[in-house]
Every structure is written in C-alpha cells, then in structure tokens.
C-alpha cells in the first residue's frame, strides 16, 4: 500500500519581509512552497492557523513571536488534523521565526505522539536557513525519524520548484 502523505503548515500573510523590503503578500511563502510539494507528491495539505491573528505589521509580529518564543507559549489553534493516524508521511513546513518554527506548530505537533512516522521538515527563510528547528523538531516528536529539512529563500519559493522536486525525489517521495 501507498504510504500516506500530509503536509502540514504554518504560513503567514501579509507585511513580510521579502529579498530585504517589507511587502504584502496574498499567500504566504511557506503556503507557495506547501502547495508544490502538494502536486508533486499528491499529499493533503492542512493549514495550521492560528485562532488569534499575529499583528499585520511586521515588526509587531516580530515582536509578538520574540515574547511567545521566550515564554514557550503554545498559542490556540483553529483545528487540528483528526486521523493523524492515517499518515506514515509528514511533510512540516513552517517560517524561520526568530531561529526556529513558530510556536503554533509547537502547538500543533505538540499534540500528537509522531513515533514512528517520517518527519521531512521545509522552512522558508531570510537567511538563517533551518536555524535549530530540525533540533527542536527531534525533542518534540520522539520517536519519529526527522529527515534532514529543506530551506528556501522566501522570496524565491516560486522559482524553487526544481529544488523541491529534487529534494522530494532524494526522499523518494515524488510520485
Ligand atoms: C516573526 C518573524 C520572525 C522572523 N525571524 C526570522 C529569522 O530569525 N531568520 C530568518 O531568516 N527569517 C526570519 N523571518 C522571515 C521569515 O522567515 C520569511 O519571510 C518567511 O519566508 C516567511 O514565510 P511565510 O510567508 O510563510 O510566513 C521572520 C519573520 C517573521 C514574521
């Protein structure tokens, strides 16, 4: 039987910070590259939201996710995915936040016992790459086999497809 594929993400719209310039983005760049590797391997994709919106301005944000990083918050989310069971795959992808993923999907894997699935974490980023999210993805999903992440630049997820592609295919996970 097909191993079953979830990609799950955070992303955020909005004012982000973009090749060094603040823009406002339709679609999040975490949300583009979860949408590629969505059609490249047929996974479900589920978006983790949070319940309380972060600020639209940038640097409010930012600070807003410096103060949940420093307290280990674990912010309320809209729902949660139900039959995680049903998934031997899973695809994490998230912003770098302040060196790591945002606290919403510390939340959200928080929630689950991820042991013996197969974690293949991507982070999109403006320039720390995956900073210590892998790590931080090992101690809060025991048992679970972390692959080794992608990081994308945000700003060129769009022309990052072949990058993806190759990576999933390292992976074998490309259909
Ligand atoms: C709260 C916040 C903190 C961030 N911290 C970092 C950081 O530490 N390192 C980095 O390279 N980029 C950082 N960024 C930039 C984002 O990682 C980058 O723009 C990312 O592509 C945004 O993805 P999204 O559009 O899916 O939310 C930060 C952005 C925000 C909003």
């Known amino acids: 039987m097909q191993n079953k594929i979830l990609i799950v993400y955070y992303s955020r719209k909005g004012e982000n910070y973009w090749n060094g310039e603040i823009k406002n983005l339709?679609?999040?760049?975490?949300?583009?590259a979860a949408e590629i590797i969505a059609e490249a391997t047929g996974g479900r994709l589920f978006e983790v939201e949070t319940v309380k919106p972060y600020p639209a301005d940038y640097y409010?944000?930012?600070?807003?996710?410096k103060k949940e990083l420093r307290d280990n918050a674990r912010p309320e989310l809209k729902s949660f995915v139900e039959n995680m069971d049903g998934y031997s795959d899973i695809f994490v992808g998230y912003p770098?936040?302040?060196?790591?993923?945002?606290?919403?999907?510390?939340?959200f894997l928080g929630r689950y016992d991820m042991s013996g699935k197969r974690i293949m974490?991507?982070?999109?980023?403006?320039?720390s790459g995956m900073g210590n999210s892998e790590r931080d993805l090992k101690k809060l999903c025991p048992g679970a086999k972390v692959e080794r992440g992608l990081a994308i630049h945000g700003a060129e997820v769009s022309s990052s497809r072949a990058k993806i592609e190759e990576w999933l295919k390292s992976l074998g996970e490309a259909r």
């Open 26 to 32: 339709a679609k999040g760049n975490t949300e583009a």
């Open 60 to 65: 409010a944000c930012t600070e807003a996710a």
């Open 96 to 107: 770098n936040w302040w060196g790591t993923m945002p606290m919403a999907m510390f939340a």
């Open 121 to 127: 974490p991507f982070c999109t980023n403006e320039g």
